[in-house]
């Protein structure tokens, strides 16, 4: 085991993958010799070679078309937009050819190689343009796997998971927490499973949902909740698309009761798919109404960021409402 | 670069460059003079027209089928045969293509069977993508053609990749990639040639610069001359060709493919030429051009050129050219029959293939499908058909009044 930050488990599972299979190939605006504005590619050029570590010109649209030609032709390009909110010039690469490759071929032809990574996510007085969660407009697209990582450890064994993965993945990683999420990670080689939610903390009264950087968040309402008394149960669901609606169901036909939380504006946002998905599962054990605690309905704004984001105090008081509903 | 200071300021356009058109025969199929005859041999000479020939025959035969109303939708590649051909002819067969989607020449001419076209085109059950695609979207792995995507330009940064891969693998094999000059006005057009130039990839721009994008004309598509100068902005070899000169446009591709492979340098080809045919089968010309402008170019039909030239050499006959044109428009009818008759994709296909394995949740949406298709039957004949329920009868679940 060694202790490492998000970015560093993130360098440590590309080291790992490029060591292991010479097709695996990492590009993105900045992410040759300077290694990511992040750092999270440092030093992979120095050691794999500019061949297979190298800088793109900045044009997104550019970067993931050519990353899907890559995957068809057979090599595992490991492609990095440099924030999730640049992402939208290439919107049409992937969810018009990322994600229909291998269904308008009969799967003659497939980038299932090919893994996004794109830092994403708010708290960082980054306002508009840095800061956005896309979440949503990808898992509204089948044939994408969406994945995100709450920490170190979840980071590097997801990661590994996405780029060995025989599905195109876009692997959103909360740059928050890069330099402040610091954990036990082991050295060697590990993966973890895409589409499997984990239970982080197991509980009786209530269930709350969420995943990526919200999860530190939950963890600091639950705590309060706790100190009330109320029990919570605490699901990280690691993967959005496929999501694991078992899990969550099975929480809930427990509890009662459930709270969804993320970063992302309200409507049309993850947590409406997944309340509509367990009120059709679970409607007979459910005590209260599902609760969303999420951004507002406004673009992601930057001094009163604090006052927009969801955090520990309104999950709380949604955790408070519903056990009281 | 060195950076050469002037002390009066000097705006340029470009019009300083003029690109010339490559050209080797003339429409009477006769060599200009000054041209050399390109190294082609016979039989390769052979296949090629073969090839452009039966494009046209399929094009004539299948537009016919459309309006008879036995094809929901077909577009021709009739007046570009030579650019499509003659490009892919210039390739090793192994090179891979990433056509826009006017370019099934270049499966003919690879060897993809009347069957293959039909199959795609009635989107029946042998259809390799599985009756997914609108007709014409091929595609084919074993003759490294790939599948055809309606998004316009999408190819173009892909073929980039692709090629960028091809030249790690060190197998020596290029990409060439068509589109059309609308195509060419596109993000993704400017992107895919950026990153090429940069990064030193073997792939093969084919601009098929045929006057049209579906009614807008060419002048109202870009202002410059035309799509070859833009090459200049990312230091790319360009030339730009007749394209319904096929030699020309062999002999530029060959060249074209020794730069590519042996200098790792992508070069841009633009082709001139005309699309005679109307942008698709749901597309009325009449709307935005003249007769007497599409006469002008029905005098330069590629084909005829060709014809032409190998008649004089004698690589040709009248008798033959009767021979084979009977024979194809009978093998067009037949398979298009055999096609029409074949069953749909199972039910199956249409949860297939949108990730390697069916995902739990699709699987669920699947069988709720299932149970509500043996409900109703008849509402859905291609889906009770292959759930092996009777359609057209009297069901359980109907049941009589």
Redesign the interface.
């Known amino acids: 085991m060694a202790t490492m930050n998000m970015l560093q488990a993130i360098n440590n599972a590309l080291d790992i993958a490029m060591a292991e299979d010479e097709k695996v190939?990492c590009f993105g605006e900045d992410v040759g010799i300077f290694g990511g504005v992040f750092r999270a590619t440092s030093h992979l050029q120095e050691k794999y070679g500019k061949?297979?570590c190298?800088n793109?010109?900045l044009?997104e649209?550019?970067i993931?078309?050519?990353?899907?030609?890559?995957?068809?032709?057979?090599?595992v390009?490991v492609a990095e937009i440099q924030f999730a909110d640049y992402i939208f010039?290439a919107f049409?690469?992937i969810v018009?050819?990322t994600a229909?490759f291998?269904?308008?071929?009969?799967?003659?032809?497939?980038v299932?190689g090919l893994t996004i990574r794109t830092p994403y996510g708010g708290g960082i007085a980054g306002g508009l343009y840095h800061s956005q969660s896309p979440e949503a407009y990808f898992t509204h697209t089948?044939?994408l796997?969406v994945v995100v990582p709450r920490n170190p450890y979840q980071a590097k064994g997801l990661l590994l998971a996405a780029i060995r993965d025989?599905?195109p993945v876009l692997f959103l990683e909360p740059k928050r927490l890069y330099r402040a999420s610091v954990g036990e990670v082991p050295e060697e080689d590990y993966q973890l499973p895409i589409?499997e939610a984990e239970i982080t903390k197991e509980g009786t009264d209530i269930t709350v949902v969420g995943w990526g950087a919200q999860m530190e968040v939950i963890g600091k309402a639950v705590e309060l909740a706790e100190e009330q008394g109320i029990a919570c149960e605490v699901i990280d669901l690691r993967s959005l698309l496929?999501?694991d609606?078992?899990t969550v169901a099975e929480s809930v036909f427990k509890t009662g009761r459930l709270v969804v939380s993320h970063e992302a504006p309200l409507t049309g946002g993850f947590a409406g798919e997944i309340a509509a998905t367990i009120q059709e599962r679970c409607f007979l054990y459910l005590e209260s109404p599902i609760a969303r605690v999420t951004g507002l309905d406004t673009p992601f704004p930057l001094v009163l960021e604090k006052e927009y984001l969801p955090d520990h105090l309104k999950i709380f008081e949604a955790i408070r409402e519903s056990v009281n509903f | 670069m060195m950076t050469q200071y002037v002390h009066q300021p000097d705006f340029m356009t470009g019009d300083e460059f003029s690109i010339p058109t490559f050209s080797l025969l003339n429409p009477e199929g006769e060599l200009h003079s000054g041209a050399d005859e390109p190294a082609l041999e016979r039989d390769h000479a052979r296949r090629i027209y073969q090839a452009m020939l039966a494009t046209r025959i399929l094009d004539e035969r299948m537009m016919a089928a459309q309006r008879q109303g036995r094809l929901s939708f077909y577009m021709q590649c009739t007046g570009e045969e030579a650019a499509v051909v003659g490009a892919t002819a210039a390739l090793n067969d192994a090179d891979?293509i990433?056509a826009q989607y006017r370019e099934q020449g270049a499966l003919m001419y690879r060897g993809f069977s009347i069957d293959e076209f039909m199959n795609q085109l009635f989107g029946n059950e042998l259809?390799?993508?599985?009756g997914?695609?609108m007709p014409i979207?091929y595609?084919?792995?074993k003759l490294h053609y790939?599948?055809i995507?309606s998004?316009l330009a999408?190819q173009?940064?892909?073929?980039?990749?692709?090629?960028?891969?091809?030249k790690?693998?060190g197998n020596g094999h290029c990409?060439l990639t068509f589109f059309g000059e609308g195509a060419a006005s596109e993000?993704?057009f400017?992107?895919?040639l950026?990153?090429a130039s940069?990064?030193q990839v073997p792939v093969i721009f084919f601009c098929r610069n045929n006057g049209y994008a579906i009614s807008t004309p060419a002048v109202e598509q870009f202002a410059a001359d035309g799509i070859a100068p833009r090459a200049f902005g990312y230091h790319m070899h360009v030339i730009r060709v007749d394209g319904n000169d096929v030699l020309a446009v062999y002999e530029a591709t060959r060249l074209a493919r020794k730069i590519a492979v042996e200098q790792n340098q992508p070069v841009l080809i633009e082709a001139m030429s005309y699309r005679l045919a109307a942008h698709s089968s749901s597309d009325d010309p009449s709307g935005y051009r003249s007769k007497d402008e599409e006469e002008v170019w029905r005098a330069k039909d590629p084909l005829l050129r060709l014809q032409k030239w190998l008649l004089k050499k004698q690589w040709w006959s009248e008798e033959e050219e009767a021979t084979q044109q009977e024979t194809l428009r009978r093998e067009v009818l037949e398979t298009m029959k055999r096609a029409e008759k074949r069953s749909s994709p199972p039910l199956e296909?249409l949860i297939?293939?949108?990730?390697?394995?069916i995902?739990?949740?699709?699987q669920r949406q699947f069988d709720q499908l299932k149970r509500h298709i043996r409900r109703y039957p008849e509402a859905y004949p291609r889906g009770a058909q292959s759930l092996d329920l009777d359609v057209g009868t009297e069901t359980d679940t109907q049941g009589e009044p």
């Open positions: 190939i061949a297979r190298f793109t010109p044009v649209q550019g993931i078309g050519f990353a899907n030609g890559l995957a068809a032709q057979g090599s390009p010039p049409d690469q018009n050819e229909k291998r269904y308008r071929s009969g799967d003659l032809f497939n299932g089948p044939g796997k025989p599905d589409g496929p999501w609606a078992d | 891979m990433m259809d390799y993508g599985k997914r695609q979207h595609g084919s792995r790939m599948t995507s998004p999408t173009i940064p892909q073929a980039t990749g692709y090629a960028y891969g091809q790690l693998a990409t993000g993704d400017h992107a895919a950026n990153m940069v990064h296909s297939s293939d949108v990730y390697a394995d995902t739990p949740a699709l």
